[in-house]
Structure formats: C-alpha cells, structure tokens
C-alpha cells in the first residue's frame, strides 16, 4: 500500500452556516484521521476558475464524497446544469472507465438518497450520536484498514466461533447448527456475461449461532428498532432489484456496521416435471417466517463453510422423501431414490441414505407407516439434474473458493445468506412426497411433519416472475411475503402429514406434549390448512430464490 494519504473530494451544497459549519467540521475530522480532504472553502482563492479546480483536484482523489440533503439531491435531479451534477459526474465518468476512484454518499440529512447513487451503500451520518463512530468506520475503509470486531450480544445461543466450530469440541446444547456472523462487507459485483458474483469474506469471524432460537433473538436484538427496520428494507430492495439484474450498477458494497450477516446457509429449488407441467415442491414452514418454503439448511462444522456444496444438498435429501404411492397407517409402501446426475455424488448419496433410514424408523415408531428402502439397483430411481448460471459465490478465508452455478439469496429483514442449487426431476402420477424433517429434544427425536404441497410454476412465475412487482412483506421482524390467492389447480397438496397434525392437535391421534402444543398452534394460525392447504404466504427467501429463477429463465431462454 503506498504510504500517502488517500484523498477525499468532499462535494456538497452551500446551505445554511450551520449545515457549512458541519461540513467544515466533517473534513477537519477526516484529517484528523488520516484523510487528506479536498474542500473548495479551503483551496480556492478569489479569481481562481472554479471548473478547473473541480477537474483538477477530482481527476486525482481516491474517493469522492458527496453529501447528501434534501437540497443538494434536489440539486443534482433538477433538469439544467449546476456544480454539484458536474461533480458527481466528473467522479462516477472516471469510475466508468475503471479508474480507481471510491463514490460514497455522505448522508448528512433528508428522506432519500440521490438517485444517482440509489444504488450504492451510503455511510448515515444523520443519527448525531452514531458520528464518531461512522466517521471511524470511514475513514478506516478509506485508508483499508480492517473493521474492528463487533461484540455480539450476550444472546442465548450466540456463541464465540472456537466454541462452535471446534470439530473436537462436544456439541452445545440444542445446536442444530453452526452459522458463522460475518462483519466484513459482503460485495456484489456484475460479471460481463451478465452474472452476478458474491463476494463473502470470512476471515476474522468471531461468533456464531448455533440454535434457532437464538437467530430469533439476533434478529430481534438488531432489527428490533423502527429505524434500523426501514433502513434495512431499503437497503434490503436495493440488493433484491441488483440481484435480479435491474440495477445499472456494476457493483454493490453491503457494508455491516448496522448488523451482522449469517453464514452459511443453502439448500435445492427443486423443478418437477409431472402430467406435463412443471412444478416446485414447497414445504410449509409453522414457525417464523412463515410460509411455503424450499429445501433450505445451515451449515453444522467448519468443513461446510468454505464449500457450499456440502450443506446443500443436506436439507434437501432430509425433507424429501418419495414414495411411490400414498401413505397409509398401518401399510407397507416403498420409497424412491433419488440420484444426482452427476460424475460423482457418492457423499451425497451416503447422506441421504443416512437420513431416509432415520425418517423411515420414525415414521414407523410414530405413525405406524411402513416404508421399504428402494433395492439397489434400483429400477425406479430418480434422475436429478443439477444447474443454474445465474450467480456464482466467492468465498474467502483460509483459502479462496469459487462456486458457480447458484442462486444467492441475501435477506436482511433475516440477516441471512442463502446459496441454492436448481435441481430437475420427474414424478409420476401415483409418486408421494414426504417432509422428513426431525427436531432433537432431550425428551427424544419428534417429527415435524412439515407439510407438502406442489405448487405449479404457472403460479409462482405469476407471482414472482414479474421484476416490476415489488414484494409484499407481512410483519415486522423476520417477515412473509405475501402473493394473491392460489387456485385449486395451481396446488397439489399431499395431506397424510396435515391429517396427522389435525388429529394430533384434536387429540383423535396420540403424540407428544411438543407435537400437541406446536400443532395447535399452526392450527389457530392457519386454518386454511383444514381445506387444501392454499396458504398465500411464503417464506422471503423462497420469494427472492424463486424471483432471481424466472430472472434467469427469462435472460437465457427467453419469456417462457
């Protein structure tokens, strides 16, 4: 790195002296820190061409910082020419042709980034008493420096990262997982073929959580204000309309000085070909977020957060199950296999062995279900085809590692990471599928049963598939999207695990204290579920997963 000072053209609109008097004062403390500040109160003299000092000192500065008020956005939207849009366009002409030149929005007041600059992460300087504190944050990331580790809150189940992910160390009590907290900016970059790529870093990682409840309370903990809730849904469109590919931006910085993201979690959009038509299966998911879900999971050791790969598939051979015919209390039927078309799949195909005899020996202690292994060979094995080109992810840390081929979904309103692989399959006309999904307790092994349905792509692409169509969130922390009613021949819902529930929860079947409580529960909050199951909600990183598919769909094949 060399040794000078990076330089900073501050660009901002005369106003009030109060307003001058803070932009003074904002360049006196970027000095202060390292920064060598280019200000036009300080450096043109009377009779000096104002153009040309603009051009000069902005031809050579490491950063341009605009700052953004009411009136200065005002300024650089109006129709006409003024100093202010010549600035700006000056600084992002150089960034056009691969200068090294940073852009950054000083939000210093107002309601509404300017519009040039919608696109991009802004440092908010408007919460007075976060000053000190984001001007550090600044000035360490113009000069490179790394950003301070966050301290993350005393939360049950939020962990430091040698604890969690110490392959020699017991498990803790109730982890189902272990998600990594990342601080480091996560950078989304449009590659020329028209790809995004994904940037996650993971070096100096310092917590982690590792039980559903406390990714409740993380999110609660730093969500849990009006103004971190709107200021994380703006940004939260912003990267939901760059990943779709309707941002002109060639690149975006999330930066995580607000929150931390989680990392790593993933899982299978499954595409269903049956009676002609294509189909995805959806699991309902009873707790927050609610709604129609995919296969999605967390990553459980180390060994899983550098490749994506090895937790994708997980959830997906965990939660589903084929049967070649409906389930029945009390009968024999027999499962499917399902094999990935590819050169080699023998882990995969080791885990979900593992998890289809598990799921099997509980449904036969809980549901008195028999259902048979399929033989090997196996004459009616499924054929799963796996591939997208949407997206690629980087991951960085101890080593580099590039996964291509994904769908990513980054959702802030969960403070979660999704990477999803699409895998294609066919189903025949009498095939059942069941959720296998297993929740440990110290009392034992209970069943979910989360329930099953198809949903026709006619449907989703209606729903999703339109980029103009904005989602619509239910809730505050950690929402659903919710979509218009779905038709009665756009669902195909498989009812054994909804019967199951109902009559668990009416107590006609017998179950456990937790299935008793928890079936209630989805009972009183959706009782569409009595009829067919046509709930129209979904879980936001289905929402975004399938939205980013269509998108694809529609930029290599065209409108289907």
Request: charged content about 30%.
């Amino acid at each position: 790195m060399s040794s000078r000072a990076p330089t900073a053209f501050i660009s901002y609109k005369w106003e009030t002296e109060e307003h001058n008097a803070w932009v003074k004062s904002f360049a006196e403390d970027l000095q202060g820190h390292g920064i060598e500040p280019h200000l036009d109160r300080w450096e043109v003299r009377p009779g000096d061409s104002l153009t040309d000092y603009m051009a000069s000192r902005i031809s050579r500065a490491d950063a341009f910082l605009f700052v953004m008020t009411s009136a200065s956005v005002a300024a650089v939207e109006a129709e006409g020419n003024s100093a202010l849009k010549f600035e700006l366009q000056l600084a992002m002409a150089r960034e056009r042709a691969g200068e090294k030149i940073r852009v950054i929005g000083i939000y210093r007041e107002g309601d509404r980034p300017a519009a040039h600059l919608r696109d991009r992460l802004y440092a908010d300087f408007r919460d007075s008493s976060r000053y000190s504190a984001k001007l550090r944050e600044l000035a360490d990331d113009l000069l490179g420096r790394p950003p301070a580790l966050k301290p993350f809150p005393e939360l049950p189940g939020v962990v430091e990262r040698a604890r969690a992910f110490d392959r020699k160390a017991p498990l803790l009590p109730n982890q189902v997982f272990a998600i990594e907290l990342l601080t480091k900016p996560v950078r989304l970059t449009r590659l020329d073929d028209g790809r995004i790529s994904v940037s996650i870093d993971r070096s100096g990682v310092s917590g982690a959580v590792v039980t559903s409840q406390a990714r409740r309370n993380l999110c609660n903990h730093y969500l849990g204000s009006l103004e971190v809730r709107r200021e994380a849904r703006r940004l939260d469109a912003r990267i939901h309309q760059f990943l779709l590919g309707r941002s002109h931006a060639r690149s975006l910085e999330i930066s995580l000085d607000r929150w931390p993201l989680r990392w790593a979690s993933g899982g299978v959009l499954s595409v269903v070909r049956l009676d002609g038509r294509e189909w995805t299966p959806f699991f309902f998911r009873d707790i927050k977020p609610w709604g129609w879900n995919i296969s999605l999971g967390g990553s459980e050791r180390e060994d899983d957060l550098g490749d994506p790969w090895t937790f994708q598939f997980r959830e997906f051979f965990e939660e589903t199950l084929v049967l070649d015919a409906p389930p029945r209390v009390g009968r024999i039927v027999n499962s499917r296999h399902i094999a990935l078309y590819r050169s080699s799949y023998t882990r995969e195909r080791a885990l979900a062995d593992r998890f289809s005899a598990a799921h099997r020996e509980l449904r036969r202690e809980k549901d008195d279900v028999y259902i048979q292994a399929p033989p090997v060979p196996d004459p009616r094995e499924i054929t799963a085809r796996v591939g997208t080109t949407a997206m690629q992810v980087v991951i960085s840390g101890k080593r580099t590692r590039e996964h291509p081929d994904v769908l990513v979904c980054i959702n802030l309103l969960e403070l979660g990471i999704e990477v999803v692989k699409v895998v294609r399959f066919e189903l025949g006309a009498s095939d059942y599928i069941l959720d296998g999904e297993a929740y440990a307790l110290d009392a034992g092994t209970e069943l979910v049963r989360m329930p099953v349905a198809l949903i026709s792509h006619a449907y989703l692409r209606e729903a999703f598939g339109n980029p103009e169509r904005k989602l619509e969130y239910v809730g505050k922390i950690q929402p659903s999207v919710k979509t218009h009613p779905i038709g009665p021949h756009h669902i195909r819902l498989f009812p054994f695990d909804v019967e199951r529930r109902l009559a668990i929860a009416d107590g006609t079947a017998r179950g456990s204290a937790w299935e008793r409580k928890r079936y209630t529960l989805w009972k009183t909050r959706f009782p569409e579920f009595l009829a067919d199951g046509r709930v129209p909600l979904f879980t936001p990183a289905a929402a975004k997963i399938l939205s980013y598919y269509f998108a694809d769909r529609e930029r290599r094949l065209g409108a289907p």
